[in-house]
T-cell receptor, first 115, second 117 residues
Framework: DAGVIQSPRHEVTEMGQEVTLRCKPI?????LFWYRQTMMRGLELLIY????????DSGMPEDRFSAKMPNASFSTLKIQPSEPRDSAVYFC?????????????FGPGTRLLVL | AQSVTQPDIHITVSEGASLELRCNYS??????LFWYVQSPGQGLQLLLK??????LVQGIKGFEAEFKRSQSSFNLRKPSVHWSDAAEYFC???????????????FGKGTKLSVKP
């Protein structure tokens, strides 16, 4: 079984540019999560979806960040315009929500550097 | 609000020695508890989880963890560490809701494990 797939694995961009991160969840999973990992703040939940619907986006830093899930097999996280403080590793995770004790499975992450 | 504390930022143990990584959580009821491991440049891999029942949970790679309600702890243990265990370990808590979890994992800051030959 393929795990969670993220692309690109690495992204280097200049301040002010638009950045789009992509995620393909595990087939059959109905929940998808976007996390950000930095040295200072650790792992933070940005947003999560159940059945393609955003449930909680309270972790999204500001309006420059947006996330979409147009279908069950694809999600994007967009930063526009990007800033150096957005440099971090962004993880996507998926799970099957509905059973007691769901487990989140993580992708390999996208390492973003904004110059 | 829920929180997770991993008091040790960095631990170094000798190969073959035993290991215990500490995790304390703050929550008014029994949460779902998880340990994940992250190797350098990799994503997070689930080691084990506790939802209910037996408070001693077995996981992959020879790890186990014990849930102690009285101490609000969920410490991770391994009797004999291998060099390949060097990684960063994260404890996480999830708030149960009805028949399923909330899906809102709260992570500790992580403990980095180094293994001496």
């Amino acid at each position: 079984d393929a795990g969670v797939i993220q692309s690109p694995r690495h992204e280097v961009t200049e301040m002010g540019q638009e950045v789009t991160l992509r995620c393909k969840p595990i087939s059959g999973h109905n929940s998808l999560f976007w996390y950000r990992q930095t040295m200072m703040r650790g792992l933070e939940l940005l947003i999560y979806f159940n059945n393609n619907v955003p449930i909680d986006d309270s972790g999204m830093p500001e309006d420059r960040f947006s996330a979409k899930m147009p279908n069950a097999s694809f999600s994007t996280l967009k930063i526009q315009p990007s800033e150096p403080r957005d440099s971090a590793v962004y993880f996507c995770a998926s799970s099957f929500y509905g059973d007691a004790g769901e487990t989140q499975y993580f992708g390999p992450g996208t390492r973003l550097l904004v110059l | 609000a829920q929180s997770v504390t991993q008091p040790d930022i960095h631990i170094t143990v000798s190969e073959g020695a035993s290991l215990e990584l500490r995790c304390n959580y703050s929550y008014g009821a029994t949460p779902y508890l998880f340990w994940y491991v992250q190797s350098p440049g990799q994503g997070l891999q689930l080691l084990l989880k506790y939802f209910s029942g037996d408070t001693l949970v077995q996981g992959i790679k020879g790890f186990e963890a014990e849930f102690k309600r009285s101490q609000s702890s969920f410490n991770l243990r391994k009797p004999s560490v291998h060099w390949s265990d060097a990684a960063e370990y994260f404890c996480a808590v999830d708030k149960p809701r009805g028949g399923g979890s909330q899906g809102n994992l709260i992570f500790g800051k992580g403990t980095k494990l180094s293994v001496k030959p």
